[in-house]
T-cell receptor
């Protein structure tokens, strides 16, 4: 049973560039959430996708956008990168049908460095 | 907004000792989750709690959902070197019906001396 997978593992970009991160949820899961984790901090919620729509958004600017595909996989896009966007980006999946939508399982993350 | 206070920030213990850490919230949660994160990896779910007063174990780990719904604790018994990592509490308030985000504490860094 595959867990949550994310790609790429590491990414280096320069200021002003755009980046796309990818996530495949755990088998049987239909909901994907994205989090940003700065060094030494707990993860911060960016947004959650269910049924290919953004269901809730955290306090992140519009430069952060996402998409969910019919197979439940998801992408996180960040435009006009800033130095402060350097962080570990985590994807978490959960299941509406299990009745435990609050129980989120995390992937290994993508380490983004903005120079 | 919701805030989670997690303590202690760090712990340095000897192998075999028991460990206790806790989280308190400024608001009521209806789910508490405990995760462990190792360097360069994503958080791994340890224990999930869904009801006030619930006490759940996972091997040497035991966690409780506080009766006030504003706190939770995690105990680790007979610690071993592989327990090293950062432990995060996370909570979710679904009382409004439309909140799906987990709020995380800042983590407890656990170091175990063999």
């Amino acid at each position: 049973d595959a867990g949550v997978t994310q790609s790429p593992t590491h990414l280096i970009k320069t200021r002003g560039q755009q980046v796309t991160l990818r996530c495949s949820p755990k088998s049987g899961h239909d909901t994907v959430s994205w989090y940003q984790q700065a060094l030494g901090q707990g993860p911060q919620f960016i947004f959650q996708y269910y049924e290919e729509e953004e269901r809730q958004r955290g306090n992140f600017p519009d430069r952060f956008s996402g998409h969910q595909f019919p197979n439940y996989s998801s992408e996180l896009n960040v435009n006009a990168l800033l130095l402060g966007d350097s962080a570990l980006y985590l994807c978490a999946s959960s299941s509406i049908t299990s009745g435990r939508t609050n129980t989120q399982y995390f992937g290994p993350g993508t380490r983004l460095t903005v120079l | 907004g919701q805030q989670l206070n997690q303590s202690p920030q760090s712990m340095f213990i000897q192998e075999g000792e028991d460990v206790s850490m806790n989280c308190t919230s400024s608001s009521i949660f209806n789910t508490w989750l405990w995760y462990k994160q190792e360097p360069g990896e994503g958080p791994v779910l340890l224990i999930a709690l869904y009801k006030a007063g619930e006490l759940t174990s996972n091997g040497r780990l035991t966690a409780q959902f506080g009766i006030t719904r504003k706190d939770s604790f995690l105990n680790i018994s007979a610690s071993i070197p592989s327990d090293v990592g950062i432990y995060f509490c996370a909570g979710l308030d679904r009382s409004g019906g439309s909140n799906y985000k987990l709020t995380f504490g800042k983590g407890t860094l656990l170091t175990v001396n063999p």
